[in-house]
């Protein structure tokens, strides 16, 4: 068996740990902290205005892929599509699209913006209240 060190407890850090163990690896996770996600409502923020963001940022990382709107778009909907499999093979099971967006309530009790959040997370978007 493998043996995997994911230095970071941000989402990124855990998604690597989570394919490693997937794989079949020993995986053991380094943080200083929780990391920034612990304080959201477990909502994934993906892209507001994709049209707006890459005709006017010429330095975000959606803009240098260097893809049209129609391409990125669908490499978009399969990279969530990927990720949604991926969360429920694991027992997460996500709700909401990168092109719908919520607010929902974090444990501060501010409304954040959210495009894909837990189903357990879905009943409370704040603008269906």
């Known amino acids: ?3 995997v060190i ?6 990124a850090g855990y998604c690597a ?12 996770v380094v943080a200083r902290a929780p990391g920034a996600t612990a304080l959201y409502a477990g909502a994934m923020e993906v ?9 006017t940022q010429p330095h975000h ?3 240098r892929l260097g893809l049209d709107s129609v391409r990125l778009s669908l490499e978009l909907d399969a990279a969530i599509q990927s990720l ?4 429920e093979k ?8 990168w092109r719908a967006r919520g607010r929902y309530s974090d444990i501060h009790g501010l409304a954040r913006p959210g495009n ?11 603008q269906a209240l």
Do not use: N
């Open 84 to 87: 949604l499999l991926a969360l």
């Open 47 to 55: 892209v507001d205005d994709l049209e707006a963001i890459l005709k």
């Open 116 to 126: 894909l959040v837990p189903a357990t997370v879905a009943p409370g978007e704040l």
């Open 17 to 28: 740990a989570l394919g490693a163990r997937r794989e079949g690896a020993e995986v053991t």
């Open 61 to 63: 990382p959606f803009t």
């Open 6 to 11: 994911v230095i970071g407890g941000g989402i």
């Open 90 to 97: 694991d027992g997460l099971k996500v709700e909401g699209a």
């Open 1 to 3: 068996m493998s043996r």
